[in-house]
Structures are given as C-alpha cells and as structure tokens.
C-alpha cells in the first residue's frame, strides 16, 4: 500500500516482519517489535510540498529521526520530539510491495534498516541499497486493529 500523508500505519520491516516501535523515552533509539496493540507501534504520515515526510508516533509525538545531519553507517534511529531537518525522510518505492525509508538526502544514501535476530532489535541507518532488510510496508491502523 502505497502510503498518504495524514494517516496513521504500522511500518512492518519486509524481511523480519517486525514493525516500527518507539522506546518511549526522548531521544532513545527506535527499534522493531513483534506487532501488538500498544500506540507506540502507530505511526502518522506527513508530507510536506519537497515531498519529504514525516514519521510521528501516535503514543507519544515523538518524530523518527537521525542523530544528526551527518551520519555514518549504523548510526541508530531514534525518536524525538520536534520537526526539524533530521527527521525528514524520502519514501521510496523499492518494489510493487515495499519501500525504503531514506535519509533526506537526494540520492538515498542511507536508508532504514534492521538485523536479523530476536524481537526488540534497533533500527539503524545503512549505507547498502540492495538489501531485503531495508524494505518496509505500510498497513494503516484500521486494516489491523
């Protein structure tokens, strides 16, 4: 599903079928969980007129952003309040299925990405751009709940 700015999704990781959860506290890394009905799993979607977005948790207004404008492959994604450059993203589809959720910088440089391994992983920012982990799809709240 392709995703539309305003409305609220589940981010599910192509791969490891986890989604998008945030750890709650103010600037703590962004991690994948297994799917339940807690609000920190939500996420709404905004576009703005570059066609760059926005990922806010519906459980507590925090964005998903980077640590900083510049980054190094692996540097964690984290959540934190206020809407400024380092939570921007570009959505970009990566197959008829999938998307990959980039960096805002032009070419997609950096792109989010889990490993494998148990549930509660951290989310972070790789350089690689083949690579199924950094596919996610998007399922709005109302298909799930």
Not at 60 to 85: M, R
Request: glycine fraction near 8%; include cysteine; aromatic fraction near 6%.
């Amino acid at each position: 599903m392709d995703p539309r700015s305003g409305l609220t999704y589940i981010v599910v990781n192509r791969r490891t079928r986890l989604v998008l959860d945030d750890p709650i506290e103010e600037g703590g890394s962004v991690h994948v969980a297994h799917l339940n009905e807690n609000e920190t799993q939500k996420w709404m979607l905004s576009q703005s007129r570059d066609g760059l977005w926005t990922l806010q948790n519906v459980g507590n207004g925090g964005f998903l952003c980077i640590k900083s404008l510049h980054t190094n492959d692996g540097d964690p994604v984290v959540a934190k309040h206020g809407d400024d450059e380092a939570c921007r993203w570009f959505i970009i589809p990566e197959d008829s299925m999938s998307f990959r959720i980039c960096t805002s910088n032009p070419n997609c440089a950096a792109s989010l990405d889990t490993s494998i391994g148990p549930n509660s992983m951290p989310v972070v920012l790789k350089d690689s751009l083949s690579d199924p982990a950094r596919g996610w799809t998007f399922m709005r709240t109302v298909e799930i709940f």
